[in-house]
């Protein structure tokens, strides 16, 4: 048993009215699963099995039940974390206007890949998915606070900071030294990349083209059929529609009447 282990129950006891009090706030006790789960973690800095067990007895559940909805959420962390996450978005805005570089310089300054923790357990660095600031991009988060402008220089600085302790983001809380990875190894098929009964027996159900198509040859086909025009990528849109789109558009909405319907 390790000291945060040890000290668990004394901080049950302490959080434990602030979690009755999110359950009486819900019909259904259930409703206070993810507020008192992510109460946990901002004291723990992860969900540890511990949490998993109180939560479930707290609101009458079993521990599988609570660990699944863990699992499913990725803003909570099953093992340890760094003081901080470094969240960088490689959505499709971002990754036009320099998430690549981004996400470069990072993982070389850091010293780590996506999923990992410095040997310091200081940070955590993660490469995500569409953080919804498209209109900034690129972007990224420390903590869950937005950032922007992340070049070399801002990335050197941002580390710098949260080495000396003085970087404008409040570190999250650390109970426990996190290891290289907070990542958590899936069952043997999950591990495997077996497909579920719906893509059996299908000859390549990854691809675009569709069964029987394993080179994607029949959907660029479909494609050049429509005789689109692909101009390239712009400040505001990855393509530009041709002007032959456009017009059919505008010609195919000037005969729809005001309720949405086609006019007659």
């Given amino acids: 048993m390790n000291e945060r282990e040890a000290e668990f129950p004394a901080l049950l006891a302490r959080l434990r009215p602030q979690c009755e009090a999110l359950i009486a706030q819900y019909e259904h006790h259930r409703s206070a699963l993810l507020p008192i789960v992510q109460l946990f973690q901002e004291h723990e800095g992860f969900?540890?099995?511990?949490?998993?067990?109180?939560?479930?007895?707290m609101l009458d559940l079993t521990p599988a039940v609570v660990e699944s909805t863990v699992s499913f959420y990725t803003l909570f962390y099953r093992k340890p974390v760094g003081k901080y996450v470094v969240q960088i978005c490689r959505g499709l805005a971002c990754s036009l206007n320099g998430a690549e570089d981004v996400?470069?310089?990072?993982?070389?300054?850091?010293?780590?890949?996506?999923?990992?923790?410095?040997?310091?357990?200081l940070v955590s660095y993660e490469e995500v998915e569409c953080l919804a600031a498209c209109d900034r991009a690129?972007?990224?988060?420390?903590?869950?606070?937005?950032?922007?402008?992340?070049?070399?220089?801002?990335?050197?600085?941002?580390?710098?900071?949260m080495r000396a302790g003085t970087y404008a983001v409040a570190p999250m809380a650390q109970t426990e030294i996190p290891g290289r990875s907070?990542?958590?190894?899936?069952?043997?098929?999950?591990?495997?990349?077996?497909?579920?009964?719906?893509?059996?027996?299908t000859r390549s159900p990854d691809n675009a083209g569709g069964v029987g198509d394993a080179s994607g040859v029949i959907m660029l086909d479909r494609i050049a059929e429509l005789g689109l025009a692909f101009h390239g990528a712009t400040h505001e849109r990855s393509v530009r529609e041709a002007k032959e789109i456009v017009e059919l558009?505008?010609?195919?909405?000037?005969?729809?009447?005001n309720d949405g319907r086609a006019g007659h």
């Fill in 47 to 57: 969900v540890s099995p511990q949490a998993v067990r109180a939560t479930a007895q």
């Fill in 103 to 121: 996400m470069r310089i990072f993982r070389s300054k850091l010293g780590i890949a996506s999923l990992q923790t410095t040997p310091d357990g």
């Fill in 138 to 161: 690129s972007c990224g988060q420390v903590n869950l606070e937005f950032v922007y402008g992340l070049d070399e220089g801002a990335i050197d600085e941002m580390l710098a900071a």
């Fill in 182 to 201: 907070w990542s958590v190894a899936q069952n043997a098929d999950v591990a495997r990349g077996r497909k579920s009964s719906g893509a059996v027996g």
């Fill in 249 to 257: 558009a505008g010609d195919h909405l000037g005969t729809l009447g």
